[in-house]
């Protein structure tokens, strides 16, 4: 998409701290943190929400999973505890239509969230 925000930051149009990135999938820092540790993990290939991959694209998932995996693991996260997130829509807070894991860390996390 060509105003998509994470699909610029993919394309290296827009800068972003990545701490991950292969040929499937980024993960970098947030630029507004809801938490002290606060990475997003997206793919790079553009769907808005979870319901928009189809069946044979279902890869994808394994991809971006094997991303946050990977970031977890290199952030010390593991040792500390975290919280992936995924919203769809405006009425769940998603503020970039194009799926996005937050990864949440660095404090204590309540539940229920929101």
Request: with cysteine; charged share 20%.
């Amino acid at each position: 998409m060509n105003d998509c925000l994470f699909c610029k930051i993919i394309n290296g149009e827009i800068p972003a701290n990545k701490v991950y990135e292969d040929d499937h999938a980024v993960v970098f820092t947030d630029i507004n943190p809801k938490a002290p540790i606060h990475l997003l993990a997206i793919p790079k290939e553009h769907y808005s929400g979870v319901h928009e991959v189809p069946h044979d694209r279902m890869e994808l998932f394994q991809h971006v999973f094997f991303a946050v995996n990977q970031a977890v693991r290199q952030e010390g996260l593991a040792e500390k505890g975290y919280r992936l997130v995924v919203n769809f829509g405006d009425s769940s807070g998603q503020a970039v239509p194009h799926i996005h894991i937050h990864i949440l860390s660095g404090r204590e996390l309540t539940w229920p969230p929101g």
